[in-house]
C-alpha cells in the first residue's frame, strides 16, 4: 500500500495561483502512473491530470488544459499540480491517486483504474 499526503490547497481569488504537492511514502516502488482527480460539493470526482512514471508524458481534462501543469520528482517521491488562472469552477477538494498500472491502460483519467487515494486538500477560488 501507498500513502500520499496533499498541501498547499488555499483560498485565492480568480486568477490567482497554486501549487499542490502530493507526497508518497510506503510502497512506493509499485507507484506508476500518478494523477490529481477533484470534487466539488454534490458532483462527482472527476480526473483532473495524471503522469507517467518517468513524467514524460501528462494526461490533462479539457477544462484544465494550458491552466494547469502536473509534474513529478521521483527522487523526492512527490507529484505536483501548478494551477494558474483559476477560475471559481476550480473550487474542490483535490485528491492525489495512484495506481500500479500505466497511464496508458485503460483511460488515464478514471478514477476506477487508481487503487490509493490522499486524504485531499481543500481548494476555493472566490469571484
Known amino acids: 500500500q501507498v500513502q500520499l499526503v496533499e498541501s498547499g490547497g488555499g483560498s485565492v481569488q480568480a486568477g490567482g495561483s497554486l501549487r499542490l504537492s502530493c507526497a508518497a511514502s510506503?510502497?512506493?516502488?509499485?507507484?506508476?502512473?500518478m494523477a490529481w482527480f477533484r470534487q466539488a460539493p454534490g458532483k462527482q470526482r472527476e480526473g483532473v491530470a495524471a503522469?507517467?512514471?518517468?513524467?514524460?508524458?501528462?494526461y490533462y481534462d479539457d477544462s484544465v488544459k494550458g491552466r494547469f501543469t502536473i509534474s513529478r520528482d521521483n527522487a523526492k517521491k512527490t507529484v505536483y499540480l501548478q494551477m494558474n488562472g483559476l477560475k471559481p469552477e476550480d473550487t474542490a477538494m483535490y485528491y492525489c491517486a495512484v495506481r500500479g498500472t500505466s497511464c496508458t491502460v485503460r483511460t488515464p483519467l478514471s478514477s476506477y483504474e487508481y487503487s490509493d487515494w490522499g486524504q485531499g486538500t481543500q481548494v476555493t477560488v472566490s469571484s
Open positions: 503522469i507517467s512514471t518517468g513524467g514524460r508524458t501528462t
Open positions: 510506503g510502497r512506493t516502488y509499485s507507484t506508476n502512473c
